[in-house]
């Protein structure tokens, strides 16, 4: 056998090999979505850090009352496929206990689409909310923050 043709074999070999050995994600593994909440907000969504301080949740109802609804349209909207997600949620710099709320939007998508929720998220720890998420339009929010009705799509 040729040297070239010798080097090439073992270039091809090397790189199956290396395909074999590199971890796949299982089709039945969730995918995991993160999100950060501070004072009345969502951060990934938003696209930013508003500042905005809090010490108890008619502080966010305030705030949402005069900017909720401008920043809600300038939001992005979440897009999914259908399949197991995990929202990896993390209470980053509220100095009270948060949660989190995923269900579906208006009240037919309400009654028929899963939907998730939980509280308990103290200053500075994170909580994972595990969902299997069908086609369809959801909402998510944080209803002890009082964050807007951030949306969420699944398609596909």
């Known amino acids: 056998m040729s040297k070239s043709l010798y080097a090439s074999s073992l270039l091809a070999a090397g790189m199956l090999a290396a395909a074999f050995a590199a971890p796949v994600q299982a089709a039945d593994e969730p995918q995991i979505i993160e999100l950060t909440q501070t004072a009345c907000q969502f951060v990934e969504i938003e696209g930013k850090d508003h500042g905005y301080t809090s010490t108890k949740k008619a502080d966010c109802n305030e705030i949402n009352d005069k900017t909720g609804a401008e920043r809600i349209a300038n939001s992005e909207v979440l897009k999914l496929k259908p399949g197991k997600y995990i929202f990896r949620v993390k209470n980053e710099n509220v100095p009270y206990a948060l949660g989190f709320w995923v269900r579906g939007d208006g009240l037919l998508n ?11 998220l103290t200053q500075g720890t994170t909580k994972d909310y595990e969902i299997t998420l069908e086609a369809g339009e ?13 949306k969420l799509v699944v398609e596909g």
Request: hydrophobic share 25%; charged share 10%.
């Open 110 to 120: 309400r009654a028929s689409l899963p939907s998730v929720s939980g509280g308990g």
């Open 138 to 150: 959801y909402v998510f929010s944080c209803p002890l923050n009082p964050t807007p009705d951030y």
